[in-house]
């Protein structure tokens, strides 16, 4: 099993940045592909950004217009989410998911991901 906590999220004014952090602690052998998602108010989870954890590849789905940098700290098990330049739309819970397999990394089908976290709360204001 492994646990995903994530952290950093919070109100933050349009055009402000805020780093999200996702520590996986228990079974993270089956972390191969670490991957952040969102979920605006009445709209469906979507991807933002994924990771494999063996060789830092990094990919982003289209929709990601480059605010968004992700990034590990491989001694602390940890995946973070770089957001800039923050938008109300940003305004979302963003979710870290872990996938066992990094051939799915690039994928973003989110049934696939074997862990979710509980999510973090991020609003951007105008």
């Known amino acids: 099993q492994v646990q995903l906590v994530e952290s950093g999220g919070g109100s933050v004014q349009a055009g402000g940045s805020l780093r999200l952090s996702c520590t996986a602690s228990?079974?993270?052998?089956?972390?191969?592909?670490m991957a952040w998602f969102r979920q605006p108010p009445g709209k469906e989870r979507e991807a933002v950004a994924g990771i494999v954890t063996s060789d830092g590849a990094i990919f982003y789905p289209a929709s990601v217009k480059g605010r968004f940098t992700i990034s590990q700290d491989k001694s602390k098990n940890t995946v973070y989410l770089q957001m800039n330049s923050l938008k109300p739309e940003d305004t979302a819970m963003y979710y870290c998911?872990?996938?066992?397999?990094?051939?799915?990394?690039?994928?973003?089908?989110?049934?696939?991901?074997?862990?979710w976290g509980q999510g973090t709360q991020v609003t951007v204001s105008s």
């Open positions: 998911a872990a996938h066992r397999s990094w051939v799915s990394c690039s994928r973003f089908v989110q049934s696939e991901y074997n862990y």
């Open positions: 228990g079974d993270t052998f089956s972390t191969a592909c």
